[in-house]
């Protein structure tokens, strides 16, 4: 397949940007010399084989990649940017890191806000108004915690590291030259970005929880880790069908939301930042037409 028909997405690194390719996907770090270093990592058949096409199942096998990719990709760039080499995780590491971050999300942002409003129950007698008020604490304490962590020196560069890759993938899909006075032009928000996600995500447990109603606590509790699957395969379909279908007025209206919430995850990026991303891209590029970068 041409890299040309490839529809790439990446996430912002420590000092750097990584693109997921078609069976690779690439890293492109700024070193403390200045130096921007390359490299790209095959994907595992689970991230690429027959799921990976299968409606709502596709969902589930993405946020797989994208956590566990995430902290590959994550941890590589953290020491390329200082400098230490070798230091890889074992898969013990890499399944902890993973627990922690799922509980702590899950914890966080399903778990606290069903049991702040479950404590109200007495107030509150309808399911579907408690189910709701449900959702707009969780929608709050997300953007509260990405309000808090973008005031941070280190996660803004990673912000505007986010804002390159965005504005390079845009350049890439209006098939105009990758240089930072054409990539310049396109905004730091992208229907596809994870931020995104994050919202729909919200919006759509709103809706899964309803049918769910208001059992007793403990069922309530375990509904809100069984079903995150679910709410996120569902989530990954509504991004997708809005991708693809990002010039009708009326998913531009609906998902307007999402490209506003990424004021809070993207910043201007500098021309340095920008020839990172750009470096990223045309690395997954030339893995995936079978060039040596």
Request: hydrophobic share 50%; proline share 4%; glycine share 8%.
């Amino acid at each position: 397949m041409s890299a040309e028909r490839v529809s790439y997405g990446g996430q912002a690194v420590i000092e750097g940007v990584m693109i997921r390719g078609l069976h690779h996907y690439s890293l492109a770090v700024r070193r403390p010399n200045g130096e921007i270093h390359t490299e790209a990592s095959r994907l595992s058949g689970f991230y690429t084989g027959k799921l990976r096409k299968m409606p709502i199942l596709r969902g589930i096998v993405v946020l797989a990649e994208t956590l566990v990719i995430g902290i590959q990709a994550l941890t590589r760039s953290a020491n390329i940017a200082i400098e230490e080499e070798g230091q890889e995780l074992s898969r013990w590491s890499m399944a902890l890191m993973l627990a922690l971050s799922l509980g702590i999300g899950i914890s966080l942002f399903f778990i606290a806000p069903l049991l702040a409003v479950r404590s109200l129950d007495s107030l509150i007698e309808s399911d579907a108004v408690s189910n709701l008020a449900e959702g707009i604490l969780r929608l709050g304490l997300l953007l509260g915690y990405i309000t808090a962590i973008g005031r941070m020196a280190d996660i803004k560069r990673v912000f505007a590291y986010h804002g390159a890759e965005h504005m390079t993938i845009h350049a890439y899909e209006h098939d105009v030259p990758l240089d930072a006075d054409h990539i310049r032009s396109y905004p730091t928000a992208h229907p596809r970005c994870g931020t995104a996600f994050l919202l729909v995500v919200m919006v759509v447990a709103i809706l899964v929880f309803t049918f769910v109603g208001r059992p007793p606590l403990l069922i309530s509790i375990a509904s809100r880790v069984v079903l995150v699957p679910l709410i996120a395969a569902i989530s990954y379909e509504v991004i997708r069908f809005s991708g693809a279908h990002s010039n009708n007025p009326l998913v531009k209206f609906v998902v307007y939301p999402s490209l506003a919430l990424q004021k809070l995850t993207t910043r201007q990026p500098d021309d340095g930042q920008i020839e990172v991303a750009v470096c990223a891209l045309r690395h997954a590029m030339d893995v995936d037409n079978g060039v040596k970068p």
